[in-house]
Each structure stands twice: as C-alpha cells, then as structure tokens.
C-alpha cells in the first residue's frame, strides 16, 4: 500500500523504477508528504532450488485465511546464505494481523472491543518480531527500529528491501513459483518493500514500515478502494469487475504467496491487489530439510 487509505480507518522503498515512482505519486493523499526513495541493492541474501510445489488452497474471501495443507510428496526448498538448505514450512496468516478483523463491520461493542484489542496485540507483535516504530508499541520491546533490520534482496528478478526476517518467506514463494506454471504467468518489472514514513493516519501504522509488506507493480494492479486518484482509474471504474479483474497479476501467484503466510490485501475492503504482506510466524518459515 502506498498512501493514506481512507479517512474512516486510521486509515518506500521503491527500486530503481521511474514507473514506480509516478505511481506512488499518483496514490498520494491531501496532507501526505511524498515518499522517498530508500536505494537497494540487488544481491540477494538466499538463493533457491529446484522442487515441485504443492498445490496451494483458494484464496480466503473473508478476511480470514484457509489453512494451507501441505503435500508430505511435493516440497519447496531453498539455500540460506550460510549455504544450508531448508524445507520452506506452509502456513497461513494469523488472523489477530489482519486488518479487515481490527475493525469489524458491527455495532455489538464486545465485537468493536475484540478487534481493537486485536490490533492492540498486532502492534505489540511486531514490534516485539520487527522493531519499533515511534509512536506505536512499546520502545522497551525492541531496541532497534524497523529498518535497523532491513536487508537487500531480490524477488523474481526484482530488487527491493525487507525486513531481513522475512527475505526466506519471499524466496520460498520465488521458488515455489518457478517450480511452477505460474512462474511463467507474469513477468512483473518492479516492486517496493520497505519505507520509513507511516502512510496510514490514526492507530493504524503500515506494515510497510516494519519492512514485512512489499507492492508488486503498482501502475498494473489497481487499489480500487485508496484515495484518490485510484476511484477514476479504468478498472475501478469498469462496472461488474471482480477483484481478480482489476489487476494484472494472476491468482495462481496470491494462492503461492498465501502458502507461506502472506496476506493479499486484495482480500480487503481497499482491494488493494499489488499489496502482500507477511503475516506468519517468522520462527516457522523454514524448517531442516531432510537428507
């Protein structure tokens, strides 16, 4: 997500693109300072092998993911930079870190009260997991803000920068995508990841600042429910659209990314269909692949 979403809800890294640079610019809100870019690198902290991947669930239409079985006969590996090889771990996002279930569409107030309570815990986590970011969570549960932990790597041919604890997520879905059909499907250009502003107003903070969240090709995968401009945009406006019509990207790609704790923000009231963003459990990404 690029900008301030809606006034409602309390609520870059770009690499080298000029493309993407426009784009944020063109999703940026009345009163919002423009992002800046953050530089990356394009040397990758892990590489991947060659497996075949599991078929991967359907997407969640509620807010809440499906758990992902995994296939005991079809694995995904990859190889961390200290030269191990690991058996990337499915899993799904936890449903206290997604947004759609911090402000539920109820006037029951145990239900208002049990989502602010979950975005309360949601802040708690990932400072705990990712860092402080000032003015949210506690400065004693994380020596370090966000993007003392932001690391370089690539994705899919892609330079970006992400939180460094989440770079082996990203090469298990590079992975489980090349061993797939799906690999082949789009051919995306440029992708952000980290930033060092909040682009939300209120208690929401972005998960792009915790450098867990990353935006595929922004000018080709709509977020038809932000600010404007994206209302007037082509694809918001064509009637009887389905979400998966409003982006370029396939679904074959949300269905691998949501095997490995990602969250598609697709799923969302913004239908925000370039935005992922790591909602998994950063101690169960990988485990010890089997001899």
Known sequence: MFAVRRPLVPAV???????????????????????????????????????????AAPAPSN??????????????????????????????????LIRGNWFPKSKDADVIK???????????????????????GNPKANAHPPKFYAKSTSFMGMPLQVHERIIPALKCVEAALKATPAGDEYKPRAAGGIRFK???????????????????????????????PWPDHPLCKAKNKTVWERMAMPKSWV?????????????????DTM???FLG????????AAL
């Open 114 to 136: 049990a989502g602010r309570k979950m975005l309360e815990d949601s802040v708690r986590y990932r400072t705990e997991k990712y860092g402080y970011f000032e003015g949210f």
């Open 275 to 277: 935005h992922f963003e």
């Open 13 to 55: 890294f770009l690499v080298s693109s000029v493309l993407i640079a426009s784009a944020m610019h063109a999703r940026g809100a009345s009163g919002e300072e423009p992002k800046a870019d953050a530089g990356a690198s394009t040397a990758p902290t892990t590489t991947t092998t060659a497996a075949s991947a599991a078929s």
């Open 255 to 271: 269905e691998v990314f949501e095997r490995y704790g990602f969250y598609w923000l697709g799923h969302d009231v913004l239908q």
């Open 63 to 96: 807010g809440t993911p499906n758990a992902h079985p995994s296939s005991p006969s079809s694995h995904v590996t990859i190889t961390t930079a200290d030269g191990r090889t690991v058996r990337c771990r499915e899993q799904a996002a936890q449903p206290f």
């Open 281 to 288: 459990d950063p101690e169960k990404i990988t485990e010890t």
């Open 198 to 228: 909040n682009t939300y107003r209120g208690v929401e903070v972005s998960n792009h600042v915790y450098g867990i969240a990353i935006d595929i090709e922004p000018d080709k995968n709509s977020c038809c429910g932000c600010v404007a």
